[in-house]
């Protein structure tokens, strides 16, 4: 299956290499594409398990999905990610 998630805090490159590097660890998670324009996470993924794993290491990387809570903590995560992205 295929989906897109819009997600918070995506702002440039680095994030999207961030992104792009954690969700391709996730096992049976493929063809991972981040839309930097319109804040978007678009990828394959075999089992409903596999869609919510992805939410939850988008969140814990500081990029939660559109809807759900923004704190700082999370924004703040999502600029070390960028930063580390940029750096990778």
Do not use: R, W
């Not at 897109?4 to 702002?11: A, G």
């Not at 994030?15 to 594409?33: F, M, P, Q, R």
């Not at 703040?76 to 930063?83: F, I, M, P, R, T």
């Amino acid at each position: 299956m295929q989906t897109t998630i819009y997600i918070q805090n995506l702002k440039c490159g680095g994030c999207a290499n961030t992104i792009t590097k954690g969700l391709n660890d996730i096992e049976t998670v493929k063809n991972v594409h981040v839309n930097v324009e319109d804040s978007s996470v678009t990828f394959d993924y075999e089992m409903d398990e596999k869609l919510i794993e992805v939410k939850t290491k988008l969140k814990s990387l500081g990029y939660p999905e559109y809807g759900e809570a923004n704190s700082l903590g999370s924004k703040a995560k999502s600029y070390v990610s960028c930063a580390i992205g940029k750096m990778s």
